[in-house]
């Protein structure tokens, strides 16, 4: 079993940034991704960006340029700087670990950005 923790989220004006830690334990692979979800209200969850355990990366086109994922595998911990933020960020942003064959995830944390 895996287990994420994630958090970091909080209310932010527009334009503001935020930082977002996962911390992953438990039976931990060294081949895996990492990854950052976001779900808002009435939507369905949707890709923020991935990073493999080799550093690989992956972003939704709505966040390059604004976001950065980054890892440190010694500490099992993904991350997420978000700067330039916009109201359309708000949602309930979640981890998620994949491994084969299993992927998890964490309980979510909410972001907010006022305009």
């Known amino acids: 079993q895996v287990q994420l923790v994630e958090s970091g989220g909080g209310l932010v004006q527009a334009g503001g940034s935020l930082r977002l830690s996962c911390v992953a334990s438990?039976?931990?692979?060294?081949?895996?991704?990492m990854g950052w979800y976001r779900q808002a209200p009435g939507k369905q969850r949707e890709l923020v960006a991935t990073?493999?355990?080799?550093?690989?990366?992956n972003y939704a086109d709505s966040v390059k340029g604004r976001f950065t994922i980054s890892r440190d595998n010694a500490k099992n911990t993904a991350y997420l700087q978000m700067n330039s933020l916009k109201p359309e960020d708000t949602a309930v942003y979640y981890c998620?670990?994949?491994?084969?064959?299993?992927?998890?995830w964490g309980q979510g944390t909410q972001v907010t950005v006022s305009s």
């Open positions: 998620k670990l994949s491994q084969v064959p299993q992927s998890y």
């Open positions: 438990g039976s931990i692979f060294s081949l895996n991704t």
């Open positions: 990073i493999t355990s080799i550093g690989s990366t």
